[in-house]
């Protein structure tokens, strides 16, 4: 007796929830979010070399959740931060480390002229160099300036063995350390706010054009 009202509720479930299903279809409503939201991807990354630099360009696709776009239209910046770091590869020993910088990107929108500020800083320490803002009049104009690194300097060409192999190491990701602390609280275990890439990519410098 038990086994079949196990069984005739299981039943019972099932058409309830096939008949939830047709009703939301029918009256075109969209369908409940089920899957996360497109990861982010690096869909281009290419090094080339300048007279005596080794210059990276990028391409990342990503996208913004509500919730940081919320945030940023209430006068929340956001920081998106690129690393590049370019080892040597030593079979004896641990891979050597020859080069290592970052860029930062603060976002941020302006309500009064509802304009949006983008301020690009690179180095070691980009908190403490010079910065270059540059202003958009739309979000998906400053995410496209964002998405996109051109002919940036990650290393010395004279500290580079052009017959060794090399390994460059690619990050990308919205730093949420550097939200005002109670929003750092509140994002912790929240995939909205979980924008981050990265790549591994072997190279030598002899061939690099």
Do not use: C
Request: net charge neutral.
């Amino acid at each position: 007796m038990t086994a079949f009202i196990t069984h005739w509720w299981k039943s019972a479930r099932l058409d309830r929830l096939a008949l939830f299903a047709l009703a939301w279809l029918a009256l075109g409503l969209p369908a409940p979010a089920l899957a996360q939201a497109a990861q982010p991807e690096v869909k281009l990354l290419q090094l080339e070399r300048s007279a005596d630099s080794l210059l990276l360009s990028a391409n990342i696709e990503f996208q913004l959740s509500a919730a940081v776009e919320d945030a940023l239209l209430k006068g929340v910046p956001v920081i998106f931060v690129a690393e590049a770091e370019v080892l040597r590869e030593r079979w004896y020993w641990a891979d050597k480390r020859l080069a290592s910088t970052v860029r930062q990107m603060r976002l941020s929108h302006h309500p009064m002229t509802r304009r949006w500020r983008l301020s690009l800083s690179s180095g070691e320490n980009p908190a403490s160099g010079a910065a270059l803002n540059l202003n958009f009049e739309s979000l998906a104009e400053a995410l496209a300036t964002i998405s996109r690194l051109s002919s940036w300097r990650i290393a010395d060409w004279a500290e580079l063995e052009p017959d060794a192999r090399h390994q460059l190491q690619f990050r990308f990701r919205l730093d949420v350390g550097q939200l005002p602390r109670p929003m750092q609280i509140g994002t912790l275990g929240q995939n909205d706010w979980n924008i981050s890439v990265s790549v591994t990519q072997k190279f030598v410098p002899g061939e690099i054009r």
